[in-house]
């Protein structure tokens, strides 16, 4: 009985943690700059990655069309399983040279926690960077010009 | 031979890319609704170029609590990316106030998913290649169609003259072609511009250059740009020293100071830039509903270019397959029946004619041109031919002259050459005029009969020539075309008079069914019997009835039974319009031109004109004596006895078309005012007018006969 009763209690505070770890997030401007390619524009998918580098949520889809999402091989082995609704954090494509400025929203105990950001980018008919540009989820990280190594140049964040 | 490679890559291309053209042309179709749905959905603004940047700067940021762009789309709308209350949303705002007017809205999902389509086929890259490549395949059909429409009529100059009446797909296949040729050309030139972009084929322009230099130098660009000049702003990132404003401006980009406005960086666009927006623009009609409407159109032409060519296809081949079944060998056969056809319309009455030698017991052999032979049973020849493009050969016939040259038959032939085509082009049976003089010139062979060229498939004209050959093998051929002729309908001689000097008697029918109806200048077909191949007639309408005037030949045996009909017998006959042959219902002037029976259909069209002044009749007849059988039906005739002309040929030796040249300013006089020259009579009195005309014209006015046939005002029905 009164184990039980801990149990409960227990239970309770995790649901209550995990509701309010999931509502609680920072928002962030982010800019996205990318370098001057030619061809189509490119696909850029923003995710978040535990600290055994496994997906653990899509903070941004820019690409509508959704043909060409399993292309983008690593995030999709993620996103493809159960293919949930993105239509509220989906942006048209840009092509190269250009920029897109999006608000991201950030869970807040995932920053500093060991967890890691991770910019992938591909082009119709080109190439796919995995991990264009990846950096550790951390305040520090957050604030600074951070520069690709596949389709983009540099992205900028700052809180919004 | 060149008609042949133009027509074969039209068809050849169209086969390949059909089911891609059908597909493209319907998603085409669709989508062209895209943009005039968008037309209509909301309000244009207006006195864009009355704001400037630094006032949309202002009030968009007073409304939000961030904004990353604003964009002007082609319907001059407002689209804004901005954050409001801790979201991201994209918003229509008023150029005026800033403030948000309507969410955007998913560009619809449906024209997305036909856009996809259209594009790519849902085969993504494969897709997307294929596009390009069968939009240029579209290209080259638009060019050879073009091509061939030129050899049609007889040179590029003749494109827009008159197109020859044929079957409706046809007809209107080449009809249309003429007004869809440039959208067609532009839809697939695009089309094919914007994959050749898609794949980086294009050059990339080397004049996009940068430069700190601009029109606004030392300036406040952001208060001299307004909203009409540009596609696109974006906002600073930050408010940090390197970040800038965006512009996307109609004569480049700018990197545009956010202090104090200054531009840091312009760079130009290339022509290339332009070329490519253009390319889109005319390709999709985005922000144009006229061109829009123009683009769905063509979708439609295309579907009906693909349709109505198939069908000429289709009707085509199955001309051509439909061979006689009881070929005659050719080294037997004593009759040679050799046929040079473009369309199968000239293919076609050969077969027929074929088929009556046949069920004369004649041995018959039929081949095209181009498979001219030794043959050594042989005795006569005969050649029907139709003419393509301007005096050329037809398809199955451009060896034939070479052949000619080099085959020697064993007997000395004798040849007829029936010529097909039309008046309505410049170089009417030309080839068949060729081909008879190449027989001429050639030794081994007789004249059988003298050429005859046939207008319009005329059955009239044709049933002549028939006639002539029956009474030369003594056979009776009948053609099963003419047999196939609509129901007929009784009719009851009321009145008839005796055959004068001329062997020429007047009929006056009344038809029993009195809802018929006919006009003078229409035709009657009698025949005399089940068997025998109809004659056919010009008619006039007089008191209600038809008038007939029939010169009785003597080995005629349809006017034989007709001269022989009692008053108030039954005969039976059909009506066939003739529209082309008509009085004018407005009063510019007409002259009538008849000789013999040819003042038949005048008669009915004199007597209900109220116009006496303006028209003329000029009238050939042998001897006074002939008229007599006329008199009665003359009196109603609304003319004045200054404007009847009569020549009597037999006593002023004289010819009525003479007698027409020596008043040719009153035919002058008669095209200025719009008015119509109206021949009837035999084909040899219209051979030597238009002969004698043509001269005339070309001296006192420089224009020929054609251009008057064209512009309708000269009308004939002869034979």
Known sequence: MKISNHILVVLAFGVLAAFTSQNITSNYKCMIQLKNYTGEGAYVIVSILDSHEEYSETLYVQGEDKDWFNEISEWWKFYGKYRPNLDAITGATVSGGERTINLIKIPTDKIDAGYYLRFETAVEDQEYYTTDLQLELTTENLTQKREGSGFIRYVKMIAQ | MTVSIWRYSHLALFLISSLFLIAAALSGLILSFDPISEEFKSEHNSGLSEINLSELIQSVNSNFDETFTVEIDDNSFIKASIITEGASKQVYVSPITGKQIGNVREKNSFFQFVTNFHRSLFLKTTGRLLVGIFSFFLLLIALS???????????????????????????????????????????????????????????????????????????????????????????????????????????????????????????????????????????????????????????????????????????????????????????????????????????????????????????????????????????????????????????????????????????????????????????????????????????????????????????????????????????????????????????????????????????????????????????????????????????????????????????????????????????????????????????????????????????????ETLDSDSNYLFWGIRTPESLGIYSQYLEGLMIHEDNLFITYSKLNKKYIQEDVITNIHLILALFKNGGILMICGSLQMKEELFYLLEKELKSKVNKSLEYFISKGQIKSDCY
């Not at chain 2, 080995?555 to 003739?578: M, Q």
């Open chain 2, 145 to 607: 169609g073009i091509f061939l429409l030129a050899k049609r009529h007889g040179g590029f100059r003749h494109i827009f003259s008159k197109v020859h009446k044929d079957e409706p797909s046809s007809y209107w296949h080449v009809k249309m072609s003429r007004w869809f040729f440039i959208p067609i050309v532009i839809i697939s030139v695009s089309g094919v511009f914007l994959s050749a972009e898609r794949f980086s084929l294009l050059p990339t322009s080397k004049n996009d250059e940068e430069s700190p230099k601009s029109q606004w130098s030392g300036k406040n660009a952001l208060d001299l740009i307004t909203l009409a000049d540009i596609t696109k702003l974006e906002f600073p990132f930050s408010e940090d020293e390197d970040e800038y404003f965006l512009i996307d401006h109609h004569s480049g980009k700018l990197k545009v100071n956010q202090f104090n406005g200054e531009v840091v960086l312009m760079k130009s666009f290339g022509n290339m830039h332009y070329l490519t927006n253009w390319m889109s623009f005319l390709h999709t009609g985005e922000g144009s509903i006229i061109w829009s409407v123009l683009l769905m159109l063509n979708s439609l032409a295309i579907l009906f270019f693909m349709i109505s060519g198939f069908s000429v296809f289709l009707k085509r081949r199955s001309k051509s397959l439909s061979k006689p079944q009881t070929q005659t060998d050719k080294t037997t056969a004593e009759i040679i029946i050799l046929v040079g056809s473009e369309s199968g319309n000239t293919l076609e009455l050969a077969h027929e004619l074929f088929n009556s030698f046949l069920a004369n017991d004649k041995k018959v052999y039929i081949t095209g041109l181009n498979a001219y032979s030794s043959y050594p049973c042989a005795e006569h020849l005969i050649i029907l031919t139709s003419t393509y493009g301007n005096g050329e050969a037809p398809a199955n016939a451009g060896r034939f002259q070479n052949l000619l040259k080099t085959i020697r038959q064993e007997n000395k032939l004798s040849y007829a050459v029936l010529g097909l085509g039309s008046t309505s082009y410049p170089n009417f049976c030309s080839y068949a005029i060729e081909v008879d003089g190449l027989l001429k010139r050639t030794n081994g062979f007789n004249e059988l009969l003298p050429l005859v060229k046939i207008n319009n498939q005329s059955s009239k004209e044709i049933q002549k020539w028939i006639l002539a050959l029956n009474d030369l093998f003594n056979i009776k051929l009948t053609l099963p075309k003419a047999s196939r002729s609509k129901s007929t309908d009784l009719f009851i001689v009321k009145e008839r008079t005796n055959l004068n000097s001329d062997d020429t008697f007047i009929l006056f029918l009344e038809p029993k069914n009195n809802t018929l109806s006919f006009q003078s200048g229409d035709l009657l077909e009698v025949r005399s019997s089940e068997n025998e191949a109809p004659r056919v007639y010009s008619i006039a309408e007089y008191n209600n009835g038809i008038l007939l005037c029939i010169k009785k030949h003597p080995f005629g045996v349809c006017s034989s039974y007709l001269a022989d009909v009692k008053l108030h017998e039954e005969i039976e006959a059909s009506v066939v319009s003739n529209p082309k042959f008509r009085f004018p219902t407005e009063g510019n002037g007409v002259m009538c031109v008849a000789n013999g029976t040819g003042i038949t259909p005048f008669i009915g069209m004199l007597n």
